[in-house]
T-cell receptor
Framework: AQSVTQLDSHVSVSEGTPVLLRCNYS??????LFWYVQHPNKGLQLLLK??????LVKGINGFEAEFKKSETSFHLTKPSAHMSDAAEYFC???????????FGSGTQLTVLP | NAGVTQTPKFQVLKTGQSMTLQCAQD?????MSWYRQDPGMGLRLIHY???????DQGEVPNGYNVSRSTTEDFPLRLLSAAPSQTSVYFC????????????FGPGTRLTVT
């Protein structure tokens, strides 16, 4: 069975400083991994995805994530935070024939001026 | 393309009432899913469908019914609403390609009093 653990429920950074949102996963097969972002009262937007190609994945808005199989991690990073990055971020794993998604509990990112 | 659409955007029900949340997609996607989002719990899968006429239960199916008579539509029925079903509901769809990316609707915010 697949599962996802987001290690921080809240992260605060200052504008212009790096962002690190941590995610560990458990999967019986070769998983697909995703990061989604949700701005307040909005739907979910795909930031980036890993599907067994390059282990360093680049996404939208300057975000990237590295798939590390030995550590079962898929941490999300950004070199310099912007105020518009304030949102909730979800790490997601997908496996199995129906490829259904299992979501982490989310990390709320606050960006301080 | 409109993508994934959901109606209504907001709904208030009294305990015991029934209603149907509508979901439609115009991308000819085979796979469709319903999730509920509750604070601190990420999104949890309620029901999903791998094609017209085929549905299956997810993680939290109790109190909900689904059917899939067409590729485009995947309604979610609440049989007898309970306060525990107060949540934000998201519908999602994906195609059969290898990227496994799911596209989400804007959500329905349901309150049961």
């Amino acid at each position: 069975a697949q599962s996802v653990t987001q290690l921080d429920s809240h992260v605060s950074v200052s504008e212009g400083t790096p962002v690190l949102l941590r995610c560990n996963y458990s999967s019986s097969y070769s998983p697909s991994l995703f990061w989604y972002v949700q701005h307040p009262n909005k739907g979910l937007q795909l930031l980036l995805k890993y599907t067994s190609a390059a282990t360093l994945v680049k996404g939208i808005n300057g975000f990237e994530a590295e798939f590390k199989k030995s550590e079962t991690s898929f941490h999300l990073t950004k070199p310099s935070a912007h105020m518009s990055d304030a949102a909730e971020y979800f790490c997601v794993v997908s496996e199995g024939s129906a490829r259904q998604l299992t979501f982490g509990s989310g990390t709320q990112l606050t960006v301080l001026p | 393309n409109a993508g994934v659409t959901q109606t209504p955007k907001f709904q208030v029900l009294k305990t015991g009432q029934s209603m149907t949340l509508q979901c439609a997609q115009d991308m000819n996607h085979e796979y469709m899913s319903w999730y509920r989002q509750d604070p601190g719990m990420g999104l949890r899968l309620i029901h999903y469908s791998v094609g017209a006429g085929i549905t299956d239960q997810g993680e939290v199916p109790n109190g909900y019914n689904v059917s899939r008579s067409t590729t485009e539509d995947f309604p979610l029925r609440l049989l007898s609403a309970a306060p525990s079903q107060t949540s934000v509901y998201f519908c999602a769809s994906r195609g059969t390609g290898n990227t496994y990316e799911q596209y989400f609707g804007p959500g329905t915010r349901l309150t049961v009093t």
